[in-house]
């Protein structure tokens, strides 16, 4: 098998500016559930699909959820995160289809500490998403295709919850 890519896409690529356009638009709160939402629904499957009984991920977004509802701290979702989520991900070496998902539901919850790492669930997410439809010897424009389908999904699931003129949009430091 060739090696594969931890992530697909680009932040330069006019889909993923639009996205994150569009997240900018919206507030903290709009977007940390946003995330947490489209992790469980899109990123949590293709995981636990690859790895039936292995909650971590699962219990990462939960964390996260709880965190935002004010029913744990903030020090309990970051253990959470890299103790469990983000170890099941080093564990994955050899199943890039879980290894991905299992990043993308670490940044799509990590993202109740960072905005930032919204960008992170769809690069990862894409890569799960695209791995999983395709395989693991597919052409990297084959892989483009899908992660640009991914990109234009997550930007619609967005736009279907986004506050229209939103009074206090996120100031987000993307460092792209």
Same mark, same amino acid.
């Given at each position: 098998? $060739? @090696? %594969?890519?931890?992530?697909?896409?680009?932040?330069?690529?006019?889909?993923?500016? /639009? *996205?994150?356009?569009?997240?900018?638009?919206?507030?903290?709160?709009?977007?940390?559930?946003?995330?947490?939402?489209?992790?469980? /629904?899109?990123? *949590?499957?293709?995981?636990?699909?690859?790895?039936?009984?292995?909650?971590?991920?699962?219990?990462?977004?939960? /964390? +996260?959820?709880?965190? %935002?509802?004010? #029913?744990?701290?903030?020090?309990? &979702? @970051?253990?959470?995160?890299? #103790?469990?989520?983000?170890?099941?991900?080093?564990?994955?070496?050899?199943?890039? &289809?879980? #290894?991905?998902? +299992?990043?993308?539901? =670490?940044? =799509?919850?990590?993202? &109740?500490?960072?905005?930032?790492?919204?960008?992170? *669930?769809?690069?990862? =997410?894409?890569?799960?998403?695209?791995?999983?439809?395709?395989?693991?010897?597919?052409? +990297?424009?084959?892989?483009?295709?899908? $992660?640009?389908?991914?990109?234009?999904? %997550?930007? #619609?699931?967005?736009?279907?919850? +986004?506050?229209?003129?939103?009074?206090?949009? /996120?100031?987000?430091?993307?460092?792209?």
């Amino acid at each position: 098998m $060739a @090696k %594969l890519r931890k992530t697909l896409g680009h932040w330069d690529d006019p889909s993923v500016r /639009a *996205l994150m356009a569009l997240i900018d638009t919206q507030s903290k709160e709009s977007i940390r559930r946003w995330c947490l939402d489209y992790a469980a /629904a899109h990123m *949590l499957p293709i995981f636990e699909r690859r790895c039936p009984g292995d909650d971590r991920p699962r219990r990462a977004l939960t /964390a +996260a959820a709880q965190y %935002l509802d004010g #029913q744990v701290k903030f020090p309990e &979702v @970051k253990r959470v995160i890299l #103790q469990e989520c983000h170890a099941a991900a080093r564990e994955l070496a050899h199943d890039p &289809v879980a #290894q991905a998902a +299992a990043r993308a539901c =670490g940044q =799509g919850a990590a993202v &109740v500490h960072t905005l930032s790492h919204s960008l992170g *669930l769809y690069f990862y =997410g894409a890569a799960a998403v695209a791995y999983d439809k395709l395989g693991l010897s597919a052409s +990297a424009q084959a892989y483009d295709e899908i $992660a640009q389908q991914v990109c234009e999904h %997550l930007r #619609q699931s967005l736009q279907a919850v +986004a506050v229209a003129d939103e009074p206090n949009p /996120a100031k987000i430091k993307w460092y792209c």
